[in-house]
């Protein structure tokens, strides 16, 4: 069974940071690029960041360019999404998710979902 957990979302100010962790299970990590994406109230489901499955190549959504950056520990199964410089439109669900394939922005195209870690970034 494949899990997907992520943890250290929370309240923070605006201009705060704050560190998101994604531990995966019951696959094998490395076989895997892995994204973030994000759901704000009333919104739909938007992609954030993908790491590809070395590490080598990062994407970003441009709303959060130069404030987030993905990265990934194999040897540990986790992917983790830094997050600084928070602004209250970043006030989401965050969701990490697996894909074995090329890199895509949309949702349709991962194969496993975490159930989300909540960030509230308040003005």
């Known amino acids: 069974q494949v899990l997907l957990v992520e943890s250290g979302g929370g309240l923070v100010p605006a201009g705060g940071s704050l560190r998101l962790s994604c531990a995966a299970s019951?696959?094998?990590?490395?076989?895997?690029?892995m994204g973030w994406f994000r759901q704000a109230p009333g919104k739909e489901r938007e992609f954030a960041a993908h790491?590809?499955?070395?590490?080598?190549?990062?994407y970003y959504t441009d709303a959060v360019k130069g404030r987030f950056t993905i990265s990934r520990d194999n040897a540990k199964n986790t992917v983790y999404l830094q997050m600084n410089s928070l602004k209250p439109e970043d006030t989401a669900v965050y969701y990490c998710?697996?894909?074995?394939?090329?890199?895509?922005?949309?949702?349709?195209?991962?194969?496993?979902w975490g159930q989300g870690t909540r960030v509230t970034v308040s003005s």
């Open positions: 790491i590809s499955r070395s590490g080598s190549s990062t």
């Open positions: 998710a697996a894909r074995q394939r090329s890199f895509t922005t949309s949702t349709y195209g991962y194969d496993y």
């Open positions: 019951g696959l094998t990590f490395s076989n895997y690029g």
